[in-house]
């Protein structure tokens, strides 16, 4: 049973690009969220998918973050004109609609040069 | 709103010790999970206990134990005769219900132990 994958690993880009990450959650885990996390805090929620629906966002992601989880399988997030302050791990977790413990993937470090 | 308090910020212990990490939460829900989660330096965070709020019995697992009480609204993580692998940092978690039956997860600061040999 493969657990929740996320891709890239890391990502370097300068201020001003777009960027997007994915996730590949637990294939039979219909929950999906995203999180950052800066060095020294703990995650912070961003966003949560039903399926295909997303749900829930938080104030933290503003209008140059987007994120959408088609087919209600792997999700996408993406943001644009990256600015330096979005330098930070991107996780992304998933969950079953019976067990409430979220399961996280290995994280997308970003770096914004 | 609620808020998870983990007010060790770093602890150092040497191997064999016990230790304990505490975890103090805030919530006006009735009905609310708390979690325990470690991220070892490689990042990943791993999930090692739920609890939720009808139930105040603690629990044991190998060298974990976990004490929750409601009174003092504290749920903390005790890991007995410490090892080195047990060096990462600690998070504990509140479930907060978002709309449509979600699950957020509101996380504490972190707890850094350093396990010495």
Known sequence: DTGVSQDPRHKITKRGQNVTFRCDPISEHNRLYWYRQTLGQGPEFLTYFQNEAQLEKSRLLSDRFSAERPKGSFSTLEIQRTEQGDSAMYLCASSSNIAYEQYFGPGTRLTVT | ?117
Do not use: H, M
Request: charged share 20%; net charge negative.
């Open chain 2, 1 to 117: 709103a609620q808020k998870v308090t983990q007010a060790q910020t770093e602890i150092s212990v040497v191997e064999k010790e016990d230790v304990t990490l505490d975890c103090v939460y805030e919530t006006r829900d009735t009905t609310y999970y708390l979690f325990w989660y470690k991220q070892p330096p490689s990042g990943e965070l791993v999930f090692l206990i739920r609890r939720n709020s009808f139930d105040e019995q603690n629990e044991i697992s190998g060298r974990y134990s976990w004490n929750f009480q409601k009174s003092t609204s504290s749920f903390n993580f005790t890991i007995t005769a410490s090892q080195v692998v047990d060096s990462a940092v600690y998070f504990c978690a509140l479930s907060e219900a978002l709309d449509n039956y979600g699950q957020n997860f509101v996380f504490g600061p972190g707890t850094r132990l350093s396990v010495l040999p």
